[in-house]
């Protein structure tokens, strides 16, 4: 279901979008203070802003986001509101007031769908995905930046989705994806990146001074949430009984997460170069019990 961000300390308008908006699922801000906060912790498909200027400064802090940049954005305007430097804020639309609703939701899925031909991103967690991941990398490359290329997926994923169902599953997708997007961002907020591949698979990009630290991080706090994801007995077991690619019965650990990472230090030319070494690396990570990190510290020095 598409989530919509209503950013708004009018309780009148509040009631009205909420009339308007039912069917979707609707997260109201009404503290400044929360705007940024619950962006990375639930991102949204769409954000309104219930006013224009006032907002100039989380709206710019979006736009400037590597991850976030592509959110479509929507002011509500007073009836004749006109906002000196427009230019200085970069919104997408705006809705001027009484509100109609048929306009105002034709003008909601017109920035959604305008958006996704833009930016393909992962519709489960918002992230970008395989096209914005390969120019991200290749981008870098082609600047001839040093930077850390990360890999990361779920180990035994497939038995929890038999056991729990696709719904649970798709949660502890989207946990992981907040959960790599805070923490690189808060290890390394001026240079990271974060993408979702698609299903269990993930990718993000920092500093190669910051990539150890933060990948200890995603590993510790993946480790001390995922157990809430599982039933009581379960927890209480330390491990689920489903059935393998076999048909067989067996007994399989909680979800753990593997991370394989490469060190470009202006060694790689190409996006198809680094990534066949960085999923080399995540399988060996994958060899390990457990969630851990693997970090390839061979020298591809050509010259």
Do not use: C
């Given at each position: ?35 940024i ?8 498909t ?68 305008r ?30 930046e ?29 946990m992981?994806?907040?959960?790599i ?53 379960d ?33 790689f ?35």
């Amino acid at each position: 279901m598409e989530l919509i961000t209503i950013v708004s300390d009018d309780e009148g308008i509040n009631t009205t979008l909420e009339s308007f908006l039912e069917g979707f699922n609707v997260n109201f801000i009404k503290k400044n203070s929360e705007i940024i906060e619950s962006i990375y912790n639930n991102p949204p498909t769409l954000i309104i802003f219930n006013g224009g200027a006032r907002y100039k400064d989380y709206i710019r802090t979006i736009r400037e986001d590597h991850i976030f940049s592509h959110l479509p954005i929507i002011l509500l305007l007073e009836d004749r509101e006109f906002i000196k430097h427009w230019k200085d804020l970069p919104a997408d639309d705006f809705i001027t007031k009484p509100l109609q609703r048929e306009e105002f939701i034709m003008r909601l899925y017109l920035s959604i769908e305008r958006s996704r031909r833009i930016v393909e991103v992962n519709p489960l967690t918002m992230l970008p995905g395989n096209t914005p991941i390969i120019k991200e990398v290749q981008s870098r490359l082609d600047r001839q930046e040093e930077f850390a290329l990360a890999y990361a997926d779920l180990d035994n994923f497939k038995p929890f989705n038999d056991k729990y169902g696709f719904s649970r599953g798709d949660e502890v997708i989207k946990m992981t994806g907040r959960l790599i997007t805070n923490t690189v961002k808060l290890q390394d907020p001026h240079n990271y990146f974060v993408g979702h591949i698609g299903g269990d698979d993930f990718v993000y990009i920092t500093s190669i001074e910051r990539v150890e630290k933060t990948s200890k991080e995603i590993v510790k706090n993946f480790d001390e949430i995922i157990p809430s994801f599982y039933d009581p007995e379960d927890r209480e077991r330390g491990y689920i009984i489903s059935h393998g690619r076999d048909g067989k019965v067996r007994h399989y650990p909680f979800l753990s997460i593997s991370i394989g990472i490469t060190l470009n230090r202006k060694w790689f030319k190409h996006y198809g170069e680094i990534s066949s070494v960085a999923t080399e690396v995540k399988s060996y990570a994958k060899t390990f019990e457990g969630s851990n990190y693997f970090i390839d510290r061979r020298s591809y020095d050509r010259e």
